[in-house]
């Protein structure tokens, strides 16, 4: 496997574990029980797909820590500057970074070379049908219609996580050369998969009403 | 289901998501990446149980909201009063916790009434089939040759996450007087269970130098 492929690899499986962490310590801030049991299964999803992205590097002879070890810095420096401060920021987030992963890995699909395609499709439909929208969606929806004045901070907030998620991505970009070319080549390339994948996070956020 | 058998169940379920929760937690503090991948790991397994036991009561027609929420005061309180300090109080503390968990699922198992036996020795099987025992041990016993020095305060370590779960436990006892019956009689025989789970905890802090 190339360097390229263990780092798309590598990326993805270690901001899907954490992202597994994220989302369990927001679900201890749920305001009921279901809600709590509801966004920690959604945690699981995420340590499932990084358990499966882990086995896909195993497979292909790669060492998944080695891979991973690269993209600590930046995905932790994204979580540091987007920690969630109260319960419906968290609920977003883990909305806004499923979308987000999801977009990524359908898009990614299009543009890698086989056997990766389907990695990626496989981890965007995972997270499609894993990621809980319809729920979020509701919560959302709810406290939206209960307190109008919540919809400017929420939007800030997504905006915070999407421009903190792209900064990331850019400079790994820069970064790392020839993950960038198996992502479509120079750095305008990359950049334009990244327009796309901000469009969408924009379509679902005016959908919730958080345009 | 009797009252006492949604009890057992309603607590057992938050118990195991609340130990989600705080494996989850103690997974971000790993050293390593590798160590985090496990400690994540016994935290899903922890949800895994979680989800078995809200499945049990759904089939039982017991809503498992209801069913949990007499513990959330005391099963709080317990992981209020044991935060762990590091890493290696984290990796015991999940490892304590465990090992509680499948005695107490076994002994319970050896008095209720079918068909709760069953599910209570699945559960006892589960944990001892997860817990990531070896993992564990090799961590501990490897800080300890390290640095001796670090036995004293783990083995009080040990003992107060014994005593404060022992002490709720009892506190649980005292309010769910059907509860207690269905566990062997009154509160001097559910004492005598949790001497059995208190001296198999001894006998592997012992095995494990913290004695």
Chains 1, 2 share one sequence.
């Not at 499932?48 to 820590?65: D, F, Q, S, T």
């Not at 198996?182 to 924009?202: K, M, P």
């Amino acid at each position: 496997m190339s360097e390229a492929a263990a780092d798309l690899l590598g990326a993805l499986a270690y901001a899907s574990l954490t992202a597994f962490g994220r989302t369990a310590a927001d679900a201890e801030r749920a305001p009921s029980l279901a809600a709590r049991a509801t966004l920690s299964r959604l945690a699981v999803a995420g340590y499932r797909i990084h358990e499966a992205l882990v086995a896909e590097l195993v497979r292909r002879g790669v060492e998944p820590e080695l891979a991973m070890a690269p993209f600590v810095p930046p995905i932790d420096a994204f979580h540091a500057r987007t920690r969630s401060g109260d319960w419906f920021e968290g609920l977003l987030g883990s909305y806004v970074l499923a979308g987000l992963a999801e977009d990524f890995a359908e898009h990614a699909a299009a543009i890698v070379d086989e056997p990766l395609t389907d990695v990626l499709r496989d981890l965007g439909a995972t997270v499609a049908a894993q990621h809980g929208r319809q729920f979020v969606e509701d919560a959302i929806r709810e406290v939206l219609a209960a307190d109008p004045a919540v919809a400017g901070r929420l939007a800030l907030w997504s905006r915070r996580l999407l421009g903190e998620a792209l900064s990331q991505a850019q400079r790994v970009a820069a970064d790392r050369i020839e993950l960038t070319r198996l992502l479509g080549g120079g750095l305008a390339e990359f950049g334009g998969l990244l327009v796309q994948v901000a469009d969408r996070h924009a379509e679902r956020m005016r959908a919730l009403g958080l345009g």
